[in-house]
């Protein structure tokens, strides 16, 4: 006999556990399938962002940035350090130990919250009376039924053809994310998100890292002014970027990996590499969700169709997060996640998609919100851009990291704040005032008129929004 509840959420990542809280917060009785594993087989919701992205990354980061400032800025500031090593085997325990407490702490959310939680793979069986019966596939089978189902199935790293996966030498962000010993030498395959921050972590450890990226521009969705600048740290950090290439044949075998590529100027080059991370990018998950049984709808991309309120063409049927349109960010999908049940209870959920921010967690960090200036010049928007540099801010000064700048775009006629966009210290923190303001339809003399404490790296947002009107303070 089928367990009722109101909700299924089926996927437990951040699009799915925060739906099913919110859901169950708003009165419904919710029960949330999730099938992520930890290595002694138990739950480990949380999805990619948890187990294999977001989280264990920035662990990662955070552990090899402590040793690079160890190793070259400590005795700036008269610490003496000498032979100084880093114990690989120990900072991935860390990282798997700070997954472990993110697990734990969305299994407590679950059960604070009210939210049947079931190990195993859900998928549709059919639609009945009043809604669905869904499938749980884990170590006991069980039929669940609900009259809303909220699809948050995630997605999954885009190998290269004719190069798969073996997450021993070629790998995904998976991959990359164990890699118990520090290669010598590593090459990626995408200068996106996921490549930059891990060829991050393995190039402070001591690997020589080479970036091949078919794009002939770097970081394509970035302001170019700030692209210039973040690449130009890089280039000086000893990251290797190659642009415009096009990989041909890659071979994998006990020595490891040897790329076939093309540069820019249209010579061949070969790259032999310990090890080779592919970065171009993530696929909708669908796998084994049993669409065509219920009649779900799939774009021409493998993502579920869904309306500007994420309901699929099935009544009662909802998708959010990575397996629908739009950016694949983790917050998107909580935000989404949030939207979804609140229009359930008959709210008036939201997700305002102009406002979304985007970070990229290397060093220096790069963070955005709102339209690039290129994206403003070929939509004929009249603006005024304002930048200020972290060299002419105390507190950058003090930290000893003034790489980058801030940047203010705003209307030309009503200076309302079109984007902002950064690179440099703290950067992930600091473009939350902008998407604040942005919220608000805010000015950048409202930015510009607000006290902002010193010394604070929040003062060069400040003076960017002072500098679109040409009257900066400190520079």
């Given at each position: 006999?089928?367990?009722?509840?109101?909700?299924?959420?089926?996927?437990?990542?951040?699009?799915?556990?925060?739906?099913?809280?919110?859901?169950?917060?708003?009165?419904?009785?919710?029960?949330?399938?999730?099938?992520?594993?930890?290595?002694?087989g138990g739950a480990a919701p949380g999805g990619t962002c948890t187990n294999v992205g977001c989280i264990p990354s920035k662990a990662l980061l955070q552990s090899?940035?402590?040793?690079?400032?160890?190793?070259?800025?400590?005795?700036?500031?008269?610490?003496?350090?000498?032979?100084?090593?880093?114990?690989?085997?120990?900072?991935?325990?860390?990282?798997?130990?700070?997954?472990?407490?993110?697990?734990?702490?969305?299994?407590?959310?679950?059960?604070?919250?009210?939210?049947?939680?079931?190990?195993?793979?859900?998928?549709?069986?059919?639609?009945?009376?009043?809604?669905?019966?869904?499938?749980?596939?884990?170590?006991?089978?069980?039929?669940?039924?609900?009259?809303?189902?909220?699809?948050?199935?995630?997605?999954?790293?885009?190998?290269?053809?004719?190069?798969?996966?073996?997450?021993?030498?070629?790998?995904?962000?998976?991959?990359?994310?164990?890699?118990?010993?520090?290669?010598?030498?590593?090459?990626?395959?995408?200068?996106?998100?996921?490549?930059?921050?891990?060829?991050?972590?393995?190039?402070?450890?001591?690997?020589?890292?080479?970036?091949?990226?078919?794009?002939?521009?770097?970081?394509?969705?970035?302001?170019?002014?700030?692209?210039?600048?973040?690449?130009?740290?890089?280039?000086?950090?000893?990251?290797?970027?190659?642009?415009?290439?096009?990989?041909?044949?890659?071979?994998?075998?006990?020595?490891?990996?040897?790329?076939?590529?093309?540069?820019?100027?249209?010579?061949?080059?070969?790259?032999?590499?310990?090890?080779?991370?592919?970065?171009?990018?993530?696929?909708?998950?669908?796998?084994?969700?049993?669409?065509?049984?219920?009649?779900?709808?799939?774009?021409?991309?493998?993502?579920?169709?869904?309306?500007a309120d994420c309901r699929t063409n099935l009544p009662g049927v909802w998708a959010v997060g990575d397996v629908v349109r739009g950016p694949m960010l983790a917050?998107?999908?909580?935000?989404?996640?949030?939207?979804?049940?609140?229009?359930?209870?008959?709210?008036?959920?939201?997700?305002?998609?102009?406002?979304?921010?985007?970070?990229?967690?290397?060093?220096?960090?790069?963070?955005?919100?709102?339209?690039?200036?290129?994206?403003?010049?070929?939509?004929?928007?009249?603006?005024?851009?304002?930048?200020?540099?972290?060299?002419?801010?105390?507190?950058?000064?003090?930290?000893?990291?003034?790489?980058?700048?801030?940047?203010?775009?705003?209307?030309?006629?009503?200076?309302?704040?079109?984007?902002?966009?950064?690179?440099?210290?703290?950067?992930?923190?600091?473009?939350?005032?902008?998407?604040?303001?942005?919220?608000?339809?805010?000015?950048?003399?409202?930015?510009?008129?607000?006290?902002?404490?010193?010394?604070?790296?929040?003062?060069?947002?400040?003076?960017?929004?002072?500098?679109?009107?040409?009257?900066?303070?400190?520079?």
């Amino acid at each position: 006999m089928s367990k009722q509840f109101d909700v299924i959420v089926i996927g437990g990542g951040p699009g799915g556990y925060i739906a099913a809280i919110r859901a169950a917060q708003l009165g419904f009785q919710v029960a949330c399938i999730d099938e992520w594993k930890n290595s002694k087989g138990g739950a480990a919701p949380g999805g990619t962002c948890t187990n294999v992205g977001c989280i264990p990354s920035k662990a990662l980061l955070q552990s090899s940035e402590h040793f690079e400032h160890a190793n070259h800025h400590f005795a700036e500031h008269g610490i003496s350090a000498t032979n100084v090593k880093m114990d690989v085997a120990k900072m991935v325990a860390r990282k798997d130990a700070v997954v472990k407490q993110n697990n734990d702490g969305i299994l407590y959310l679950f059960k604070k919250n009210k939210v049947a939680f079931f190990h195993g793979r859900g998928s549709f069986v059919k639609a009945v009376d009043g809604g669905y019966e869904i499938k749980v596939s884990g170590a006991a089978n069980e039929i669940l039924m609900a009259g809303q189902v909220i699809i948050a199935t995630g997605s999954n790293a885009r190998a290269l053809p004719g190069a798969d996966f073996d997450e021993e030498n070629i790998l995904s962000n998976d991959g990359a994310l164990r890699l118990g010993a520090v290669p010598k030498k590593l090459g990626l395959i995408g200068s996106g998100v996921i490549g930059l921050e891990m060829g991050s972590v393995w190039r402070r450890l001591g690997a020589e890292v080479t970036v091949l990226e078919a794009l002939p521009t770097f970081l394509g969705a970035v302001d170019e002014q700030i692209a210039r600048e973040a690449k130009k740290a890089f280039d000086k950090q000893g990251l290797k970027i190659e642009l415009g290439v096009k990989v041909g044949e890659i071979k994998s075998g006990k020595k490891g990996v040897s790329v076939a590529w093309t540069n820019s100027k249209g010579e061949a080059q070969t790259l032999d590499v310990d090890k080779l991370i592919v970065s171009i990018g993530r696929v909708p998950n669908t796998t084994g969700l049993n669409v065509e049984g219920v009649g779900l709808q799939l774009d021409e991309r493998g993502a579920i169709v869904v309306d500007a309120d994420c309901r699929t063409n099935l009544p009662g049927v909802w998708a959010v997060g990575d397996v629908v349109r739009g950016p694949m960010l983790a917050h998107k999908a909580e935000e989404e996640g949030v939207a979804v049940a609140e229009r359930m209870a008959g709210q008036h959920g939201h997700v305002n998609f102009n406002t979304i921010p985007w970070v990229i967690y290397t060093s220096p960090e790069i963070a955005w919100v709102g339209r690039t200036e290129q994206q403003l010049k070929a939509d004929g928007v009249s603006y005024k851009a304002g930048t200020f540099p972290f060299l002419a801010n105390g507190r950058a000064r003090a930290l000893g990291d003034t790489t980058g700048m801030v940047k203010f775009l705003a209307d030309a006629a009503t200076d309302e704040i079109l984007g902002v966009h950064i690179v440099g210290p703290m950067a992930s923190e600091l473009i939350s005032e902008a998407v604040v303001a942005m919220e608000f339809r805010a000015s950048a003399e409202d930015i510009a008129r607000i006290c902002h404490a010193h010394p604070s790296l929040s003062e060069a947002t400040k003076e960017a929004a002072l500098a679109v009107d040409k009257r900066t303070l400190n520079f």
